[in-house]
């Protein structure tokens, strides 16, 4: 268990609708990083926030936003769904440099999501 | 553009042997390595990282060496065993401010027992 949980396990909605993905960082982390993995493929960086900010974006679609909360967790917002957008969807969290962090994510146990 | 490519994209040794999956970067901003296991329908799990002021790093029986010239990074695991059998992913990561980490394709280890 790394301590980032993700909420829910599983996901079944049909083309068009609009699903919101949580996610709750370890404890002390700041930055949250979200990424989407299609089937057999790799990850795909999404976005990161750090403290509630925007930090780094990779290849979002404009369908999905994400945001992250005063209390840390961070919610991952895919509008307007596709087929393809069937995937599972990962959200990491690391600590902030200047307490030994930056590196290394720890990854949750993330989110199926199957679009009909 | 950002990318990281990953050969071979599927592997299979004897138990036993040495298992060797090689990465190339394209960004030059990278500045962190790490690598990946994920077993099936779970999460990626760090197994090794290697920053990019160091060539070399070893932990038991794995090891990552890195080439920064040549933009180039492998993944060593000596002595494999079934329970090495999963999907391996090497990353390269830019900083940018925040921190964009690109991910190859994956290597699908079998381990024959």
């Known amino acids: 268990d790394s301590g980032v949980t993700q909420t829910p396990k599983h996901l079944i909605t049909a083309t068009g609708q609009r699903v919101t993905l949580r996610c709750s960082p370890r404890s002390g982390d700041l930055s949250v990083y979200w990424y989407q993995q299609s089937l057999d493929q790799g990850l795909q960086f999404l976005i990161q926030y750090y403290n509630g900010e925007e930090r780094a974006k990779g290849n979002i679609l404009e369908r999905f936003s994400a945001q992250q909360f005063p209390d840390l967790h961070s919610e991952l917002n895919l509008s307007s769904l596709e087929l393809g957008d069937s995937a599972l969807y990962f959200c990491?969290?690391?600590?902030?440099?200047?307490?030994?962090?930056?590196?290394?994510?720890?990854f949750g146990p993330g989110t199926r999501l199957t679009v009909l | 553009g950002e990318n990281v490519e990953q050969h071979p994209s599927t592997l299979s040794v004897q138990e036993g042997d040495s298992a060797v999956i090689k990465c190339t970067y394209s960004?030059?901003?990278?500045?962190?390595f790490p690598w990946y296991k994920q077993e099936l329908g779970k999460r990626p799990q760090l197994i090794i990282d290697i920053r990019s002021n160091v060539g070399e790093k070893k932990d038991q029986r794995i090891a990552v060496t890195l080439n920064k010239t040549a933009k180039h990074f492998s993944l060593h695991i000596t002595e494999t065993q079934p329970e090495d059998s999963a999907v391996y992913f090497c990353a390269a990561r830019i900083a940018t401010g925040g921190f964009k980490t690109i991910f190859g394709a994956g290597t699908r280890l079998f381990v024959k027992a």
């Open positions: 990491a969290s690391s600590l902030p440099k200047g307490q030994g962090g930056g590196n290394e994510q720890f």
């Open positions: 960004d030059s901003a990278s500045n962190y």
